[in-house]
């Protein structure tokens, strides 16, 4: 939702303040150098030394002190004693686009609502049928390999979407983009996990 012209730099810590290594406080410093650094912007995340831009970060290891990829577009560059080596043009990694003329819905008030369905080997139907007779507004589908979807599945998220519910085909895969049929009746999550175009889709619906 920000337009990438300031730095928005989020930092983590793997371990707890008790531990004998802890790793928050490094995190903390990196941070401050990488949203201090002339020609920073957009939305990053900074951990162990590495710097990653929104779009492509995902948490790849439940507990190791690196625990964050870039995946097949690299991290943007890393922190060293301070100083920061970029590897690509900083620009070129901005937060997912938002739109600054979407109305946020008022605290406590509820979002879209949209739901993530797994392909696996002998779904069917039902979990999709259940959640449109229910009122959802968003699917995203996270299909096997290359975003693909079981025959039965795939039926009723076309029935879904006559009804009117958006639906977003993405992948299970850690790494790469769906490159979808000609002309394919599901929208792309243009490389978002299924967890980012969860979001991207009640964005998309606020809008």
């Given at each position: 939702?920000?337009?990438?012209?300031?730095?928005?730099?989020?930092?983590?810590?793997?371990r707890p303040a008790t531990s004998l290594l802890a790793d928050g406080p490094q995190n903390i410093v990196d941070a401050i150098a990488v949203a201090a650094w002339p020609g920073a912007g957009g939305v990053v995340a900074v951990c162990a030394g590495?710097?990653?831009?929104?779009r492509d970060v995902r948490k790849q290891h439940t507990y190791r002190l690196d625990a964050f990829s870039?995946?097949?577009?690299?991290?943007v560059g890393y922190v060293e004693e301070g100083r920061l080596r970029l590897l690509r043009n900083w620009m070129a990694a901005p937060g997912v686009p938002g739109s600054p003329s979407?109305?946020?819905?008022?605290?406590?008030?509820?979002?879209?609502?949209?739901?993530?369905?797994?392909s696996h080997a002998g779904t069917g139907s039902r979990?999709?049928?259940?959640?449109?007779?229910?009122g959802v507004q968003g699917i995203v589908v996270a299909g096997t390999g290359n975003g693909t979807i079981h025959h039965a599945l795939e039926a009723a998220l076309g029935k879904a979407r006559l009804r009117g519910v958006k639906v977003v085909r993405a992948t299970r895969c850690a790494q790469g983009p769906v490159i979808g049929p000609q002309g394919d009746?599901?929208?792309?999550a243009q490389g978002l996990s299924p967890v980012k175009a969860r979001i991207a889709l009640q964005l998309g619906l606020l809008g």
């Amino acid at each position: 939702m920000l337009a990438p012209s300031k730095p928005v730099v989020l930092t983590c810590a793997m371990r707890p303040a008790t531990s004998l290594l802890a790793d928050g406080p490094q995190n903390i410093v990196d941070a401050i150098a990488v949203a201090a650094w002339p020609g920073a912007g957009g939305v990053v995340a900074v951990c162990a030394g590495t710097i990653h831009g929104a779009r492509d970060v995902r948490k790849q290891h439940t507990y190791r002190l690196d625990a964050f990829s870039s995946g097949d577009a690299g991290p943007v560059g890393y922190v060293e004693e301070g100083r920061l080596r970029l590897l690509r043009n900083w620009m070129a990694a901005p937060g997912v686009p938002g739109s600054p003329s979407i109305e946020l819905p008022a605290e406590g008030a509820a979002w879209p609502w949209v739901e993530i369905v797994t392909s696996h080997a002998g779904t069917g139907s039902r979990m999709v049928d259940s959640l449109v007779a229910s009122g959802v507004q968003g699917i995203v589908v996270a299909g096997t390999g290359n975003g693909t979807i079981h025959h039965a599945l795939e039926a009723a998220l076309g029935k879904a979407r006559l009804r009117g519910v958006k639906v977003v085909r993405a992948t299970r895969c850690a790494q790469g983009p769906v490159i979808g049929p000609q002309g394919d009746f599901l929208a792309d999550a243009q490389g978002l996990s299924p967890v980012k175009a969860r979001i991207a889709l009640q964005l998309g619906l606020l809008g």
